[in-house]
């Protein structure tokens, strides 16, 4: 093997080290889209926000944010309102109290906030969840004031009813994906220590609402669902208080675990990609490929943020959530940033190339 060979093998070698990333994990950077004292609930396909601040007292506004504008929803003449779920075309649903005080779901669109209404009662109700299509989603009462799940769409609001039970029939719909399918939770019967009788449901079709069962436990909570029907939310096991995350897909419920040996874990968005948001051991986290990874250990140590919960996100892996630092907490985005070259890599890379010149000098030189 001649020198000059020798020496573009090594060049090679250099070249190839040098193009690995610095870890195989996502990075992310942290914009804030809130002011002080604010949450993150909700993101649509652009990256726009939606959640509320806290503005004194015990009230609370809904906002809008996107890195450069914020705007303050207002209410429907109360108090206080919040704000959980945004489409892409920019019409944010929520909570809002009108003057009595009472909490109504509404719509904001066009600078507007409307009242969606109820199903027949005056106890309000409350809209958690909007897709593309403008179909809301969320829980209102009925003319005998239970709560029921409901969506609403083209003006009407129907009323979706409620798992099988004895004497309560309250449950509440809190998501919905592009095909109109229906994820939320539902009584199954009454309290019973040492807790609620409330099961996980999803509604396809044909309306009926399918229970997602828990893990031993009598309480779960479903949250979150893509557009392939992949439902995520939190459900309890046989222990007391020990609620874990979990993903529903093809029949069967998987534990997602827990951050840090926690008890407790909570699954609240999935996207198209399969990738999973939430929050435990006080921290956001996003669950892909099998695995549950800390929020935290993804973003800048230097950069001083505490990310303590992950409430959404895109399939451009965008995450809305709440995160904290020197003692404030706002809404934020984290956002996918490039992957760069370990720094050590980077004189390899230039001997490399160096090497790469020496050997064809050479080999120039020999040849004249």
């Not at 889209?33 to 506004?61: C, F, H, K, P, T």
């Not at 990874?293 to 950069?303: E, F, H, M, Y």
């Amino acid at each position: 093997m001649s020198l000059s060979r020798h020496f573009i093998g090594l060049a090679l070698a250099a070249a190839c080290c040098a193009s690995l990333p610095a870890a195989a994990d996502p990075r992310y950077g942290v914009t804030i889209v809130g002011a002080a004292d604010s949450v993150g609930r909700g993101i649509n396909g652009l990256g726009q926000v939606v959640g509320n601040v806290y503005s004194g007292g015990e009230s609370y506004r809904a906002f809008y944010g996107d890195g450069t504008t914020l705007l303050d929803l207002g209410t429907l003449g109360g108090a206080s309102a919040f704000a959980w779920g945004i489409n892409d075309a920019g019409t944010v649903v929520g909570w809002a109290e009108d003057a009595s005080g009472t909490r109504r779901p509404f719509s904001y669109a066009g600078g507007a906030m409307s009242d969606l209404g109820t199903l027949g009662g005056v106890n309000g109700g409350f809209a958690f969840a909007i897709n593309n299509r403008g179909q809301v989603v969320g829980a209102a009462a009925t003319v005998t004031e239970e709560a029921h799940a409901f969506l609403y769409t083209g003006g009407t609001m129907q009323d979706l009813g409620t798992l099988p039970a004895v004497d309560v029939f309250d449950s509440a719909a809190r998501a919905i994906n592009e095909n109109g399918k229906i994820a939320g939770g539902s009584l199954t019967g009454e309290f019973t220590p040492p807790e609620p009788s409330y099961h996980a449901f999803v509604r396809c079709c044909d309306g009926t609402l399918t229970d997602l069962g828990t893990f031993g436990g009598q309480y779960s909570l479903a949250q979150g669902i893509n557009d392939l029907g992949d439902v995520v939310g939190v459900a309890a096991t046989e222990e007391f208080r020990v609620n874990h995350a979990f993903l529903y897909s093809h029949g069967a419920m998987t534990d997602l675990g827990t951050l840090d040996d926690d008890t407790y874990s909570e699954a609240v968005d999935i996207n198209n990609l399969g990738q999973v948001v939430g929050y435990s051991a006080g921290s956001g986290f996003l669950y892909e490929g099998g695995a549950m990874v800390g929020l935290n250990t993804l973003i800048d140590p230097a950069s001083g943020w505490n990310v303590i919960d992950a409430a959404a996100i895109n399939d451009a892996q965008q995450i809305a959530g709440t995160a904290c630092i020197a003692g404030m907490c706002y809404a934020v985005r984290l956002d996918r940033v490039s992957a760069v070259p370990e720094p050590a890599t980077l004189p390899m890379l230039a001997a490399g190339l160096g090497l790469f010149w020496w050997a064809g000098w050479r080999r120039r030189s020999v040849r004249r």
